[in-house]
């Protein structure tokens, strides 16, 4: 199923006026944030002001990461930030954690004075709670794209954090004794703003919310897009355009998936030399292709195999 199984959420943030619409599922967030339609990453964004800014969106299962008897569920938190060279101290991003209280369960932040990202899931609020953080300068950074996957293991190596793609050094500290998060959470979800107190201050695009799913790290190099960024549905990857003659173009390097086959097929453009890196793209992101006739441009194909034929074309 690709980027798309498991998914629960995605919010493109990309509205002028109005409610934050979940371009996935109903999930839709009340704005409480003075500008939207701000030049974002993809698209428009959100700027968050760090005094008062952020969005709330509804309490709900698909957001509930624990199963109610102990045991936590993996999950995997996508987003695009831009840390305004002016924020504070303490930076919301993505959490469920309103107040200090059983109904908080997890929260994705960021200190701006050490330059530590955060990413806490919480058993009783502050008395139990564990945190993963990695070390990695954000504020006055521009766009970065950061990735939180978590297996539902309650161990210290459970939660990995990617940031452009790559994968951080992740450390470790636990205040209590961490078994789990709270099977009692009530609180909404929210963008921008952790603890009720401490908001964001910077800019905020396409964040993407997955209930047992870990992202793998091909996967997340698919949302990165050599740092273009890709959004939901996610046919950028996927458009494949199937000459008349049984030949395939596409626009990007990499690695697609005929839609027909099932198989792979891997590219070059013209004049580059050696293997392209791999993208991996799943044949459920490919949502379409197109029949075309028209002469294939600006690509080589490096290696297709179609039913054992091998085809290649040049422009």
């Known amino acids: 199923m690709g980027l798309i199984n498991g998914l629960v959420g995605y919010w493109k943030l990309n509205e002028k006026s109005g409610n934050a619409e979940d371009s996935y599922s109903d999930h839709d967030g009340t704005v409480s944030v003075t500008t939207q339609g701000a030049t974002g990453k993809l698209g428009t964004c959100y700027y968050f002001d760090g005094t008062d800014d952020y969005v709330s969106i509804p309490s709900h299962n698909d957001f509930n990461f624990s199963d109610g008897f102990g045991n ?3 999950f995997s938190i996508s987003l695009w930030v831009n840390v305004d060279a002016t924020a504070g101290l ?3 991003f993505v959490c469920r954690y309103d107040n200090d209280d059983s109904g908080a ?3 994705i932040e960021y200190r701006s004075d050490i330059n530590v990202i955060h990413c806490h899931l919480y058993e009783n609020g502050s008395t139990t709670y564990c945190d993963f953080y990695a070390t990695y300068t954000l504020k006055g950074a521009g766009w970065k794209h950061l990735v939180f996957t978590y297996d ?3 161990s210290e190596t459970g ?4 940031i452009d793609g790559s994968s951080q050094t992740v450390g470790y500290d ?3 004794s961490y078994t789990g998060m709270s099977s009692s959470a009530s609180h909404n979800i929210c963008f921008g703003r952790w603890g009720g107190t401490d908001y964001f201050t910077g800019y905020l695009d396409d964040v993407a919310i997955y209930k ?3 992202l793998s790290q091909a996967e997340i190099l698919e949302l990165y897009n050599d740092d273009d960024g890709d959004a939901y549905p996610f046919t950028r990857y996927g458009r494949i355009i199937k000459m008349d003659n049984g030949l395939v173009k596409t626009p990007h390097h990499g690695v697609l998936m005929d839609l027909e086959t099932g198989l792979k097929y891997t590219f070059k453009r013209e004049g580059t030399t050696g293997v392209p890196t791999e993208w991996n793209v799943k044949m459920h992101d490919i949502v379409s292709f197109t029949i075309d006739g028209s002469t294939a441009t600006g690509v080589t194909l490096y290696k297709k195999y179609i039913q054992g034929i091998v085809y290649s074309y040049s422009s």
């Open 72 to 74: 936590d569920i993996a």
């Open 90 to 92: 303490w930076n919301g």
């Open 105 to 107: 369960q997890w929260a």
């Open 152 to 154: 539902g293991s309650a």
């Open 159 to 162: 939660v990995k954090i990617y």
């Open 174 to 176: 636990e205040i209590g």
């Open 212 to 214: 047992n799913k870990i």
